[in-house]
Each structure stands twice: as C-alpha cells, then as structure tokens.
C-alpha cells in the first residue's frame, strides 16, 4: 500500500488549496478513504471521509462548510479541496486507508496558512 500526498504549501488567511493523494497497492474503488491533520504541538485528528464509491461524505465539525472531500477511482486519486482557510488551519495533512484492521499512511503535505 502506497499512499503520496502532494498539493501543500503557503497560503493566506482566506485563500483556497487542493490536497490530492495518490494510492496504489490496492484495490482503491473499494475502500473508504480519509484525512487527518496534525499540527505542531497537537495530535493528529480527523479532517474528513468519503466512502468507496464517493456517495458519501462526513466532516469534523470545524471543516464543515469550508472543506469538501472527493475522489475519482479511475485515478486512484482522492482530493481535498479547502477554502477559507484560517491559520488554525495549518498542519502537516494525511490521507489515510483502513484495509483488514490496518491503517496506512501517506508521508503527508504541509499546509501553511499565514499573511
């Protein structure tokens, strides 16, 4: 299982950033994929998830409303859009698959929101 997130960087209080994470090693249309973050000094929490075909979505509480989930099978691909972004926003994110019991982890992208 191969998981690469890309698509970080420095962004402005209010801007907009795409995460993508790339998957391979796996059969990618059959599992529910998720993201995290995890900030300096902080625990890594959970951004969002999107069930294996995309019909569903779910959001922690803070997210909701700025941040939209997605993912297109045929590229092995789940994305991350996020607008409005806050300072409190900055962190190291993480897509992440849960397959038998197992979670693995991409190396994860650095977001950093700041004038």
């Known amino acids: 299982v191969q998981l690469v997130e890309s698509g970080g960087g420095l962004v402005q209080p209010g801007g907009s950033l795409r995460l993508s994470c790339a998957a391979s090693?796996?059969?990618?249309?059959?599992?529910?994929m998720s993201w995290y973050r995890q900030a300096p000094g902080k625990e890594r929490e959970w951004v969002a998830a999107?069930?294996?075909?995309?019909?569903?979505?779910n959001y922690a509480d803070s997210m909701k409303g700025r941040f939209t989930i997605s993912r297109d099978n045929a590229k092995n691909t789940v994305y991350l859009q996020m607008n409005s972004l806050k300072p409190e926003d900055t962190a190291v994110y993480y897509c992440?698959?849960?397959?038998?019991?197992?979670?693995?982890w991409g190396q994860g992208t650095q977001v950093t929101v700041s004038s």
């Open positions: 992440n698959v849960l397959i038998n019991f197992n979670g693995y």
């Open positions: 090693g796996f059969t990618f249309s059959s599992y529910g």
């Open positions: 999107i069930t294996s075909t995309g019909g569903s979505t």
